[in-house]
């Protein structure tokens, strides 16, 4: 498990503005209240959580009855298709409006989540980089490498969600309080289209790693 990936992973995801903190320093705004923005940024969080911690789930499931390679192989593939089609098809899910709840905005932070590739990027950080060697065939003992690695990717994932949420609130305050959305029209970098490379460029390097 490489920890300082999955920080740094949660950091850019946290400053990314199409990551979340954009729509609640907009919703913010809209009410003219702070409030506006913190009660947003909880279930833009749990939502980017859950769709992390589902794939990281479906992989931790599919390496049990798919070899090793064969995994790699498709998390890879998998990679590298979304980083072409966001470079080739550069879009957002778009929510119904600004009058949304905490189910509401959780949902549209998974959607975005999903859409960007987030859970998929983490994956080469959190699979075994061997396959189970014969001395774990022992049906006890595979059970208590598999309750391991579970603890390992929840812990990943809860880390990889608290550097998300404490990059993300200290974007939204520092643009919300100090610096205001006009920035974003002066300082502009697409962020998305670097995701996107790194996205093809992780997927090469599970390839031949």
Same mark, same amino acid.
């Given at each position: 498990?490489?920890?300082?990936?999955?920080?740094?992973?949660?950091? $850019?995801? @946290? !400053?990314?503005?199409?990551?979340?903190?954009?729509?609640?320093?907009?919703?913010?705004?809209?009410?003219?209240?702070?409030? @506006?923005?913190?009660?947003?940024?909880?279930?833009?969080?749990?939502?980017?959580?859950?769709?992390?911690?589902?794939?990281?789930?479906?992989?931790?499931?599919?390496? !049990?009855?798919?070899?090793?390679?064969?995994? &790699?192989?498709?998390?890879?593939?998998?990679?590298?298709?979304? @980083?072409? $089609?966001?470079?080739?098809?550069?879009?957002?899910?778009?929510?119904?409006?600004?009058?949304?709840? =905490?189910?509401?905005?959780?949902?549209?932070? =998974?959607?975005?989540?999903?859409?960007? @590739?987030?859970? =998929?990027?983490?994956?080469?950080?959190?699979?075994?980089?061997?396959?189970?060697?014969?001395?774990?065939?022992?049906?006890?003992?595979?059970?208590?490498?598999?309750?391991?690695?579970?603890?390992?990717?929840?812990?990943?994932?809860?880390?990889?969600?608290?550097? $998300?949420?404490?990059?993300?609130?200290?974007?939204?305050?520092?643009? $919300?309080? &100090?610096?205001?959305?006009?920035?974003?029209? &002066?300082?502009?970098?697409?962020?998305?289209?670097?995701?996107?490379?790194?996205?093809?460029?992780?997927?090469?390097?599970?390839?031949? &790693?």
């Amino acid at each position: 498990m490489n920890w300082h990936a999955m920080v740094f992973l949660g950091a $850019y995801h @946290g !400053i990314n503005p199409g990551m979340g903190w954009l729509f609640a320093v907009a919703l913010g705004m809209q009410q003219r209240s702070a409030r @506006g923005v913190w009660r947003a940024l909880p279930p833009i969080a749990l939502g980017h959580a859950a769709a992390v911690g589902l794939v990281v789930a479906a992989v931790a499931v599919a390496q !049990i009855v798919v070899p090793l390679p064969a995994l &790699k192989g498709l998390v890879a593939s998998t990679l590298m298709t979304l @980083g072409l $089609y966001r470079l080739w098809r550069h879009r957002h899910p778009r929510s119904g409006g600004m009058q949304v709840n =905490f189910r509401d905005l959780t949902l549209w932070s =998974f959607l975005m989540a999903s859409a960007h @590739g987030a859970g =998929f990027m983490v994956l080469p950080f959190v699979m075994p980089t061997t396959a189970p060697t014969a001395a774990a065939a022992n049906h006890n003992h595979a059970h208590h490498l598999g309750a391991a690695a579970a603890n390992v990717a929840v812990a990943a994932v809860a880390l990889h969600t608290a550097a $998300y949420l404490t990059v993300m609130v200290l974007a939204a305050w520092i643009v $919300y309080r &100090k610096l205001g959305l006009s920035i974003l029209r &002066k300082a502009w970098f697409n962020m998305d289209w670097l995701w996107a490379g790194a996205l093809v460029l992780t997927g090469m390097a599970v390839l031949v &790693k």
